[in-house]
Nanobody, 121 residues
Framework: QVRLVESGGGLVQFGGSLRLSCAASGSIFRINNMGWYRQAPGRQRDLVATITSGGSTNIEDSVKGRFTISRDNAKNTVYLQMNSLKPEDTAVYYC???????????????WGEGTLVTVSS
């Protein structure tokens, strides 16, 4: 059973910083892309950033220059460093990973349960 567990969310003031972490555990043979998505109240879940196993990143335009995604392959963990936070960044942030559980099983897309980030003005 594969699990993704996020941590690091919370309440922060305008202009502040937070660092989200997401650790994958369980039966893991290989992790391909990892990423972060967010969902604000009443809105759809949107891509924030992704990172390949080799470290190539893709950052959504609205957070480019403020957010950085990174990963530690030895720890099966992905991070999202969020700086210069704005009220419009308020959302539940979800971790996503494409994981192949064993050599003989196909890869699947997995989601964490989300962590709430609230930015006050």
């Amino acid at each position: 059973q594969v699990r993704l567990v996020e941590s690091g969310g919370g309440l922060v003031q305008f202009g502040g910083s937070l660092r989200l972490s997401c650790a994958a555990s369980g039966s893991i043979f290989r992790i391909n892309n990892m990423g972060w998505y967010r969902q604000a109240p009443g809105r759809q879940r949107d891509l924030v950033a992704t990172i390949t196993s080799g470290g190539s990143t893709n950052i959504e335009d609205s957070v480019k220059g403020r957010f950085t995604i990174s990963r530690d392959n030895a720890k099966n963990t992905v991070y999202l460093q969020m700086n210069s936070l704005k009220p419009e960044d308020t959302a539940v942030y979800y971790c996503n990973a494409e994981i192949q559980p064993t050599l003989l099983r196909p890869r699947n897309n997995y989601w964490g349960e989300g962590t709430l980030v609230t930015v006050s003005s």
